[in-house]
């Protein structure tokens, strides 16, 4: 069903090691949205490479070497995409459900204390370094770091492979505009008040064949 899994574990030791000359670099992390900050807790931040089909350059050339990579198994990446997410020791993500069984996300353990865990729909697991954890985070899921030290993995979602072509199709089109309307890219027209649409177009047309309105 992931035929890219089996390339990216064997190639694992290369973003591990990539990512190792990076963990000192706080800026890096602390470019994280606040409000996924809010979401996810206090001692989770990220580092993102791609969201909503948009690769982060400025990220992507601190992972060169991640980046093609990612290229060349030809994920389909969708929603988040892909970061690097750090746990910090004696913190975790409280249970909570992303609402999106049309995409599947994938943990590859890099850096993972091995009290560390994730569950989901009450099932409980542990990240091994240089393996792949695949979930559907439309089922309730929570993650815990009991440690002393900080877990990190990167984070993949990918479109769900039971989706139809128009499926995929269709809800690449909504996240593709999502994107552009949050970039600035999609013009935003302020709606007119009451008066304003009725006094021309089809409202004001509207409003002189119903009394404007009035009950």
Known sequence: MF????????????IQKEFETKLKDEKLF???SVW????MGTGWSAIRLQRLGVWNMDNCKEFPKTYELLRKLGIPLAVRGVCFARQAPGSGVQSHSDGRN??????LGLKVPPECWMEVGG???HWEEGKLLT???SFTHSTGNP???????LIIDFWHPGLTEAERAGLEFVYDLRNKFESGLVPFRKPKSLQE???GGLGGWWASITGGGES
Do not use: G, M, Y
């Open 123 to 125: 099932e409980r697991r």
């Open 135 to 137: 979930l559907d985070t």
């Open 102 to 107: 049309f995409i599947l996300t994938s943990h």
């Open 197 to 199: 649409q009725q006094s």
């Open 36 to 39: 996924q900050n809010q979401v």
């Open 30 to 32: 602390n470019a994280d």
């Open 147 to 153: 440690s002393t030290e900080e877990r990190h993995v």
């Open 3 to 14: 035929p890219w899994a089996k390339e990216l574990e064997e190639n694992a030791h290369i």
